[in-house]
């Protein structure tokens, strides 16, 4: 069931990535290294759908999963996988507000917008992939049935359900001033798609 799962995830977010909706952005930045990264204040800017999780122990994914609230969980994880000041190399989804229909993502090379809602479902099947590798074998045996049973049918749903959605949104606007800090040329790029209206010094 889980391998059924895990591959409806994937197609789903393939089909997302993938959209013709995507168009590339003027570059604003001379700094662009390769189609899978670019370096910016020093960080070297990890493609979106290719973050590196390895710094998230077993242990914290466990106690998220045995908690009652799945969905601060998951927002938990969204926060650990995309916004971690200690991994900024991850931060590569951007929304400046809930109102905005088109956030910022990663992606070869470039900051490219995206719909804000088919960026948000992003940033949420990436975290809770995390924590459904964390559930399976063979970690799967430490939890009790109905901790599984529970987490399986949140996992099952999350993508038909609204409010992980509106959560996701919500956590990606709070880290906005965080993202604008930490990549300088992605400020421009949002200002350049009108996803900003007023400079930094003047907020």
Not at 81 to 93: G, T
Request: glycine share 4%; charged share 20%; net charge negative.
């Amino acid at each position: 069931m889980i391998g059924v799962l895990n591959d409806k995830f994937d197609a789903l977010a393939s089909q997302l990535v993938a959209s013709p909706l995507v168009a590339a952005v003027p570059t604003v930045s001379s700094s662009i290294v390769n189609n899978q990264n670019m370096m910016t204040n020093n960080i070297t800017i990890n493609n979106f759908r290719c973050v590196d999780v390895s710094y998230i122990a077993h242990d914290i994914v466990a106690g998220m999963i045995k908690r009652g609230d799945l969905h601060a969980s998951l927002q938990e994880m969204v926060q650990l996988v995309h916004y971690n000041p200690d991994h900024p190399e991850n931060m590569n989804a951007y929304l400046a507000d809930a109102s905005h229909e088109q956030g910022l993502f990663f992606r070869s090379g470039k900051w490219q917008p995206k719909p804000r809602d088919d960026l948000a479902r992003l940033v949420m099947f990436n975290a809770a992939q995390v924590m459904n590798e964390h559930n399976d074998e063979p970690y799967d045996r430490e939890f009790t049935r109905r901790q599984t049973d529970t987490f399986d049918r949140f996992y099952t749903v999350i993508g038909y359900d609204r409010r992980p959605l509106v959560e996701t949104i919500d956590t990606m606007t709070k880290n906005k001033r965080a993202m604008e800090d930490m990549h300088p040329a992605l400020t421009a790029v949002a200002v350049a798609q009108g996803l900003v209206l007023v400079s930094r010094s003047s907020a």
